[in-house]
């Protein structure tokens, strides 16, 4: 019996493994579906402040009229440490050019108006009770960090009439310092009033009144514009000496507040929760600026309401395609020298699977991990530092408007910003786009299996050279000559919608220099790029004409094309195209019908094809809006009567291997058959 089960099971094995090799000849691979479902945690709250045309009366007294301040957007927070914790109310609003705070609070320490006032008027060294509003001028969560990254404050003290603009800057104890520059209309101004309530405590209310922007281009005032966030805290100090120390003024600070001005433009897509769209921001150090000092375009997109996290490379954080999948989009910053090849290796999936990478590189080696990372796309960046052949502009360079190509989401209205970028200074190094036979591959190609488009998205021109000796100083025979241009910037686009923008440092937007206005619009345009909140290529009236066909016969097609809000995309391109096992076969460009918005054309199917039926799609691209393509559509091939019948040479060779494998199979069974004991 253990025989005859024995050959049974030779024999059906030896069928199977014909029917399965036979069966290659049909099989449709498909990929597997990647779950996008989404699990999101949601960011601290943003609170909108909506424009109020009636401002209040800055008297200190926030009753002073009736709905004086009905509209503000309230919010709270608190200082102090344990039971003692005190906490206060903060009214704001705006109007277009100011901003007014009432604060208010209870509180058994306030000096009384009436106290000896000591000698001095110093306000790092004068005992007394004071207040000091802190706008976090470069998202950096820090209190004046250094000069360079000066946070704006605004000085209330009830014993001098109105307010005082001053700035802190870090680099001494007492490094509150009042702000003295005259160039533009800072007009802070403040009142304040105390009263005593049942419990003999006083309650303190203060109002204040602050430019938006004051155009101040010397000193360190706030410029906040429409639709922009703001971060504020406050210290106060009671009845104390008002020294700005780290080491004494934890129990006098709150906790940072983000308001977002009201957004009064117009823009085309949008985001109803943005808590719901989900970015990681992976920093390392560069090769000018430690981890710390890059967080702030976190602390920036977080101030917007999105769903950041931030992760650091210092604490051992490992990127993986399953931390990456559920990402709306994944910033990489700094050099990253620690990146190793699973992490590159499910990057590179991440962005073919339709994901939006942003990477801001470092000049460090010529074994940069980053690099390693954007070969696989195209490019890479120089290892070195781009300088000018001109000495007087030497490693500075800046960055005109006309130096940026004329992209959509650099030029048009957008969502987050729609402030205009005039001119970014750079340092850092360039873009290299790797050559094929001296040939760049640049433009539409296949990049990661995929249709694509690479392109520079900023090029300056002029005399540039990389600096490999590293003396600032052009020597022909060992740095290398750009000649008459450099690229700042890449930028790729995938047909299955992933995205990849790649600055060559990322120093561009370090605490330091996301301050200068022109650099923080410049990465607020390309992050609601690449999170594809506008801009984007849609279709209407998608028609096939025919489900059912013959062999060789026109597959024809139509399409209504449309960009934001309905308008005309110049330029667009828009092709037929059929599939077979998920590979384009051949495409057709469609023809415009002359409105720019309408397109129609036919293809006639690849004679190479053997199912019975194909897949057909209409795909659509613009340089800047990125990829769209139609949902598919089957269309069946019926065989042409009366026509001889087409071998396929390797299906033939593969059904005979597989009918002399099922008879060797048989005769080895026959030759070997064990006669069964009596």
């Given at each position: 019996?253990?025989?005859?089960?024995?050959?049974?099971?030779?024999?059906?094995?030896?069928?199977?493994?014909?029917?399965?090799?036979?069966?290659?000849?049909?099989?449709?691979?498909?990929?597997?579906?990647?779950?996008?479902?989404r699990n999101p945690t949601y960011s601290p709250l943003v609170d909108?402040?909506?424009?109020?045309?009636?401002?209040?009366?800055?008297?200190?007294?926030?009753?002073?009229?009736?709905?004086?301040?009905?509209?503000?957007?309230?919010?709270?927070?608190?200082?102090?440490?344990?039971?003692?914790?005190?906490?206060?109310?903060?009214?704001?609003?705006?109007?277009?050019?100011?901003?007014?705070?009432?604060?208010?609070?209870?509180?058994?320490?306030?000096?009384?108006?009436?106290?000896?006032?000591?000698?001095?008027?110093?306000?790092n060294n004068e005992s007394h009770t004071w207040y000091a509003i802190?706008?976090?001028?470069?998202?950096?969560?820090?209190?004046?960090?250094?000069?360079?990254?000066?946070?704006?404050?605004?000085?209330?003290?009830?014993?001098?009439?109105?307010?005082?603009?001053?700035?802190?800057?870090?680099?001494?104890?007492?490094?509150?310092?009042?702000?003295?520059?005259?160039?533009?209309?800072?007009?802070?101004?403040?009142?304040?009033?105390?009263?005593?309530?049942?419990?003999?405590?006083?309650?303190?209310?203060?109002?204040?009144?602050?430019?938006?922007?004051?155009?101040?281009?010397?000193?360190?005032?706030?410029?906040?514009?429409?639709?922009?966030?703001?971060?504020?805290?406050?210290?106060?100090?009671?009845?104390?000496?008002?020294?700005?120390?780290?080491?004494?003024?934890?129990?006098?600070?709150?906790?940072?507040?983000?308001?977002?001005?009201?957004?009064?433009?117009?823009?085309?897509?949008?985001?109803?929760?943005?808590?719901?769209?989900?970015?990681?921001?992976?920093?390392?150090?560069?090769?000018?600026?430690?981890?710390?000092?890059?967080?702030?375009?976190?602390?920036?997109?977080?101030?917007?309401?999105?769903?950041?996290?931030?992760?650091?490379?210092?604490?051992?954080?490992?990127?993986?395609?399953?931390?990456?999948?559920?990402?709306?989009?994944?910033?990489?910053?700094?050099?990253?020298?620690?990146?190793?090849?699973?992490?590159?290796?499910d990057t590179r999936y991440y962005v073919a699977s339709g994901g939006?990478?942003?990477?801001?590189?470092?000049?460090?080696?010529?074994?940069?991990?980053?690099?390693?990372?954007?070969?696989?796309?195209?490019?890479?960046?120089?290892?070195?530092?781009?300088?000018?052949?001109?000495?007087?502009?030497?490693?500075?360079?800046?960055?005109?408007?006309?130096?940026?190509?004329?992209?959509?989401?650099?030029?048009?209205?957008?969502?987050?910003?729609?402030?205009?970028?005039?001119?970014?200074?750079?340092?850092?190094?360039?873009?290299?786009?790797?050559?094929?036979?001296?040939?760049?591959?640049?433009?539409?190609?296949?990049?990661?299996?995929?249709?694509?488009?690479?392109?520079?998205?900023?090029?300056?021109?002029?005399?540039?050279?990389?600096?490999?000796?590293?003396?600032?100083?052009?020597?022909?025979?060992?740095?290398?000559?750009?000649?008459?241009?450099?690229?700042?910037?890449?930028?790729?686009?995938?047909?299955?919608?992933?995205?990849?923008?790649?600055?060559?440092?990322?120093?561009?937007?370090?605490?330091?220099?996301?301050?200068?206005?022109?650099?923080?619009?410049?990465?607020?345009?390309?992050?609601?790029?690449?999170?594809?909140?506008?801009?984007?290529?849609?279709?209407?009236?998608?028609?096939?004409?025919?489900?059912?066909?013959?062999?060789?016969?026109?597959?024809?097609?139509?399409?209504?094309?449309?960009?934001?809000?309905?308008?005309?995309?110049?330029?667009?391109?828009?092709?037929?195209?059929?599939?077979?096992?998920?590979?384009?076969?051949?495409?057709?460009?469609?023809?415009?019908?002359?409105?720019?918005?309408?397109?129609?054309?036919?293809?006639?199917?690849?004679?190479?094809?053997?199912?019975?039926?194909?897949?057909?799609?209409?795909?659509?691209?613009?340089?800047?809006?990125?990829?769209?393509?139609?949902?598919?559509?089957?269309?069946?091939?019926?065989?042409?009567?009366?026509?001889?019948?087409?071998?396929?040479?390797?299906?033939?060779?593969?059904?005979?291997?597989?009918?002399?494998?099922?008879?060797?199979?048989?005769?080895?069974?026959?030759?070997?058959?064990?006669?069964?004991?009596?």
């Amino acid at each position: 019996m253990r025989t005859h089960n024995l050959r049974k099971l030779m024999v059906v094995s030896i069928y199977i493994l014909s029917l399965v090799t036979a069966s290659f000849v049909g099989i449709s691979f498909t990929t597997a579906t990647i779950d996008e479902n989404r699990n999101p945690t949601y960011s601290p709250l943003v609170d909108i402040l909506l424009y109020n045309n009636t401002p209040p009366i800055i008297d200190g007294d926030l009753e002073s009229y009736a709905g004086e301040w009905e509209n503000a957007t309230i919010q709270e927070n608190s200082f102090g440490v344990g039971p003692s914790r005190i906490t206060i109310t903060i009214r704001v609003q705006t109007n277009v050019t100011h901003l007014f705070m009432g604060i208010s609070y209870v509180s058994s320490i306030f000096v009384p108006i009436n106290a000896t006032i000591p000698v001095g008027d110093s306000y790092n060294n004068e005992s007394h009770t004071w207040y000091a509003i802190i706008f976090d001028n470069n998202f950096d969560e820090r209190i004046g960090y250094s000069n360079d990254a000066a946070d704006d404050v605004a000085l209330i003290n009830y014993r001098q009439e109105g307010a005082q603009d001053a700035y802190i800057n870090g680099t001494a104890t007492n490094s509150l310092v009042l702000d003295l520059n005259m160039t533009g209309q800072e007009n802070t101004v403040s009142a304040l009033t105390t009263e005593l309530d049942d419990f003999n405590d006083y309650i303190v209310s203060y109002e204040v009144v602050k430019e938006l922007d004051s155009q101040d281009t010397i000193g360190k005032d706030i410029s906040v514009k429409e639709g922009e966030p703001l971060r504020y805290m406050f210290i106060i100090h009671q009845n104390d000496t008002a020294l700005y120390n780290h080491t004494i003024i934890n129990n006098k600070i709150t906790a940072w507040n983000t308001i977002r001005l009201e957004t009064v433009h117009d823009y085309f897509s949008y985001v109803d929760d943005p808590s719901e769209i989900n970015i990681l921001v992976y920093i390392s150090d560069s090769s000018s600026t430690v981890e710390r000092n890059l967080t702030n375009i976190a602390t920036l997109i977080r101030a917007y309401g999105f769903n950041e996290s931030v992760k650091k490379a210092s604490e051992g954080f490992v990127i993986t395609y399953d931390r990456m999948k559920d990402m709306d989009l994944v910033i990489l910053v700094g050099s990253h020298i620690d990146l190793t090849k699973d992490e590159i290796d499910d990057t590179r999936y991440y962005v073919a699977s339709g994901g939006s990478l942003y990477i801001l590189g470092d000049t460090t080696n010529h074994d940069s991990k980053i690099n390693d990372l954007l070969s696989n796309f195209g490019f890479q960046t120089y290892n070195d530092t781009l300088y000018s052949k001109d000495i007087g502009i030497n490693s500075t360079i800046e960055i005109d408007v006309n130096a940026i190509i004329n992209l959509p989401y650099f030029t048009e209205t957008n969502i987050l910003t729609n402030q205009s970028i005039n001119t970014i200074e750079y340092q850092g190094s360039a873009i290299i786009f790797d050559d094929d036979n001296g040939t760049l591959i640049l433009g539409e190609g296949y990049y990661q299996f995929q249709e694509g488009d690479l392109y520079a998205s900023i090029n300056k021109s002029g005399e540039f050279y990389i600096d490999q000796v590293k003396d600032g100083v052009f020597n022909s025979s060992e740095d290398i000559s750009l000649n008459s241009s450099a690229s700042i910037q890449a930028a790729l686009e995938l047909q299955r919608g992933g995205k990849l923008l790649a600055f060559a440092s990322a120093d561009i937007f370090n605490s330091t220099n996301i301050l200068k206005a022109d650099n923080k619009y410049l990465f607020l345009r390309q992050i609601q790029w690449l999170l594809n909140l506008q801009h984007q290529i849609s279709y209407d009236n998608f028609v096939v004409d025919d489900l059912t066909i013959f062999e060789g016969d026109n597959i024809t097609a139509s399409i209504t094309v449309r960009g934001d809000e309905n308008s005309t995309i110049a330029d667009v391109q828009v092709w037929i195209v059929v599939l077979e096992l998920k590979v384009d076969t051949n495409k057709s460009l469609l023809i415009n019908s002359g409105d720019g918005i309408n397109f129609n054309g036919r293809i006639v199917p690849d004679s190479s094809i053997k199912t019975q039926f194909i897949d057909v799609s209409i795909r659509m691209h613009k340089r800047g809006y990125g990829y769209n393509e139609t949902n598919l559509v089957e269309v069946f091939m019926e065989p042409v009567l009366n026509t001889s019948i087409r071998i396929d040479i390797i299906a033939l060779i593969i059904f005979i291997t597989s009918i002399g494998l099922a008879v060797i199979g048989g005769l080895a069974i026959k030759r070997f058959k064990i006669i069964k004991e009596e």
